[in-house]
C-alpha cells in the first residue's frame, strides 16, 4: 500500500508566478488539498489549470478536521496542505495535524517558497544574520507593550506581522518601547504597489501618521536593539557606570545598582558580582 504523505505546499504571497514547478506538481498529483480558504485557493488552481478535489482546513475547524485527514493519510492519501498566502504554519493553520503526523509516523514533506516574513527581512537591509520572527503582536495597546517588552532584549533583527488598521498604534507603541531603532515598513509585497520604507521608528510613525489611508498587507522589520546587540558587559564599565550613576542620582549604591543593572541588560545579581570582581 502508497504511504500516506503531507506535504506543506508554499503558495505565493501576491504574485502568481511565484510557485515552484515542484509545488504545482504536488497540488496537481495529490488526492486532495486542504485549504485554509477553498475559495481563495480556486483563483490559484485555475491559473495552473490544476482540479484537484478541496476540502477547508482553517483555525476553526483544525482539531475536527485533523482527525478526518489523519484518517486519510493512515489509509495512504497524498495530501497537500496549502494556507491562503505564502508558507502554511507561519502565522496560519497547520501545528496540529503536522504534530499529529509526527507522533502518529506519517510521512510530512515542507515543498518551500514565498513567506512574507522572509521576503520581508532580506529588503529590509537590516541585518539577516540572526532574526526572530514575533509573528503578529496583541492587538490592545497593554498587551502589546508587554510583548514589546519581552521582545526588546532579544540579540536579533524583530520581525512582525501587522494590519494596516492597526499599524499606527503598533508603531507608536514600538517608539514607546523600542526607541528609535531603525526598522523598514514591508508593504504589498511581490504585487503591483509593493513598498519598502526605511528610516527610524519615530521617523516612520510621523511618515504614516501624514497617510490618509493605510491599506494593504504589512510586515514591520525592526532592527535589535544596542544592549541587545552588545551583550558583554564588562565589570570595569559597570563598576565606572555604578559610580556615575551613584554622583548623578544620589540613589543608595543598592539602588544604583538596579538602575545600572536595569539600563545595561543584566540582572542586579549579575552587575553585583562584577562590582565585586573589581574590589
Ligand atoms: N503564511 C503567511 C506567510 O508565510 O507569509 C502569512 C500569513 S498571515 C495570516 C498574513 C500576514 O502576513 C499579513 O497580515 C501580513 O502581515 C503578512 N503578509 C502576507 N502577504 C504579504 C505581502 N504580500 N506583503 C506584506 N505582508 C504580507
Redesign the pocket.
Known amino acids: 500500500m502508497v504511504q500516506g504523505t503531507l506535504y506543506l505546499v ?1 503558495t505565493p ?2 504574485n502568481l508566478e511565484d510557485i515552484s514547478p515542484r509545488a504545482l506538481r504536488i497540488l496537481r498529483e495529490a488526492d486532495l488539498i486542504a485549504c485554509e480558504d477553498t475559495r481563495h485557493t480556486a483563483r490559484l488552481l485555475a491559473r495552473y489549470e490544476i482540479s484537484t478535489p478541496r476540502e477547508s482546513y482553517h483555525k476553526f475547524n483544525e482539531e475536527k478536521r485533523t482527525a478526518k485527514l489523519m484518517q486519510r493519510l493512515h489509509e495512504g492519501a497524498q495530501i497537500a496542505l496549502v ?10 493553520p497547520g501545528y496540529e495535524i503536522v504534530a499529529a503526523c509526527r507522533r502518529q509516523g506519517i510521512r510530512v514533506t515542507p515543498v518551500p517558497g ?4 522572509i ?2 527581512l532580506i529588503g529590509s537591509g537590516l541585518p539577516t544574520d540572526s532574526f526572530f520572527f514575533a509573528g ?1 503582536l496583541p492587538a490592545r495597546s497593554s498587551g502589546r507593550k508587554r510583548r514589546l517588552g519581552e521582545l526588546a532584549a532579544i540579540p536579533a533583527t524583530l520581525i ?4 494596516p488598521h492597526r499599524l499606527l498604534a503598533s508603531l507608536s507603541d514600538m517608539v514607546a518601547v523600542l526607541g528609535s531603532r531603525q526598522a523598514a515598513i ?6 503591483i504597489h ?1 513598498e519598502f520604507l526605511t528610516g527610524s521608528l519615530p521617523e516612520l510613525l510621523g511618515r504614516f501618521q501624514e497617510r490618509e489611508k493605510i491599506q ?4 514591520i522589520v525592526v532592527e535589535r536593539g544596542e544592549a541587545a546587540a552588545e551583550p558583554v558587559v564588562s565589570p570595569d564599565s559597570i563598576k565606572q557606570h555604578l559610580e556615575e550613576e551613584i554622583q548623578k542620582t544620589g540613589l543608595s549604591r543598592n539602588e544604583a545598582l538596579k538602575s545600572v543593572a536595569r539600563q545595561r541588560g543584566i540582572t542586579r545579581k549579575q552587575a553585583y558580582r562584577m562590582v565585586l570582581d573589581e574590589d
Open positions: 508554499a504571497i501576491g494556507s491562503d498566502s505564502g508558507t502554511p504554519l507561519v502565522s496560519d514565498p513567506s512574507a516574513a521576503a520581508a503578529f512582525f506581522y501587522e494590519a514591508a508593504r504589498e509585497l511581490t504585487k509593493e494593504g498587507e504589512i510586515v
